[in-house]
């Protein structure tokens, strides 16, 4: 079975500053999606990632996937305390844009 | 852009009873919903793919008889969580496709289960 692991698994940072988080999968991925959380309440969708070496760009937020297909991380410019939540990975393991196996998620913080 | 509803968002209910949580695509027609748990703290799990018109797939160690899928329509699936116990709340959050050809995922806002 596919199996995401996303790091770090929490985050502090001051607000203004730029972070990464990442996401490493154990097989080749057919899609990533990055999803954002506030907890508690459901998820709220990023981007989607097909091709080796994609890099989209929403806001402040870029995501990249490589070349090998395994790997993915999403950069977020001049944090701002919205920026705040959980951040997961999922992937799409079988192709058919469906149902997702989840990272094990990013839980960031974005201090004043 | 597409919306899935969920309702309710919370829910308390006593050991021993059922609960039923719908999952709704607002603007879109989904023939497959899939619904997810969410422990505090955790990551989501899938539990099931919930197919219009015929039963259920389950994944590994969810068992059938306790959570119970209807995809009556192509727009609402149902999860019944029959016979109730405090190790079964959580939150559980179902998803449907938009059949553009973006392929994107949609969530629903998630329903929080107390068992008491």
């Known amino acids: 079975s596919q199996e995401l692991e996303q790091s770090p698994q929490s985050l502090i940072v001051q607000e203004g500053k730029n972070l990464t988080i990442n996401c490493t999968s154990s097989?080749?991925?057919?899609?990533l999606y990055w999803y954002k959380q506030k907890y508690g309440e459901g998820l709220i969708f990023l981007m989607m990632?097909?091709?080796?070496?994609e890099e989209k760009s929403h806001e402040k937020i870029t995501a990249k996937l490589d070349e090998k297909k395994q790997q993915s991380s999403l950069h977020i410019t001049a944090s701002q305390p919205s920026h705040a939540g959980i951040y997961l990975c999922?992937?799409?393991?079988?192709?058919?844009?469906?149902?997702?196996?989840f990272g094990t998620g990013t839980r960031l913080q974005v201090t004043l | 852009g597409a919306v899935v509803s969920q309702h309710p968002s919370r829910v308390i209910c006593k050991s021993g009873t059922s609960v039923k949580i719908e999952c709704r695509s607002l603007?879109?027609?989904?023939?497959?919903m899939f619904w997810y748990r969410q422990f505090p703290k955790q990551s989501l799990m899938l539990m099931a793919t919930s197919n219009e018109g015929s039963k259920a797939t389950y994944e590994q160690g969810v068992e059938k008889d306790k959570f119970l899928i209807n995809h009556a329509s192509l727009t609402l699936s149902t999860l019944t969580v029959t016979s109730a116990h405090p190790e079964d709340s959580s939150f559980y959050i179902c998803?449907?496709?938009?059949?553009?050809?973006?392929?994107?995922?949609?969530f629903g806002e998630g329903s929080r289960l107390t068992v008491l």
């Open positions: 097989k080749t991925l057919y899609g």
């Open positions: 603007d879109f027609q989904a023939t497959t």
């Open positions: 990632l097909q091709k080796g070496g």
């Open positions: 999922g992937a799409d393991g079988t192709g058919t844009a469906s149902k997702l196996t």
């Open positions: 998803s449907a496709r938009d059949t553009n050809p973006t392929g994107e995922l949609f």
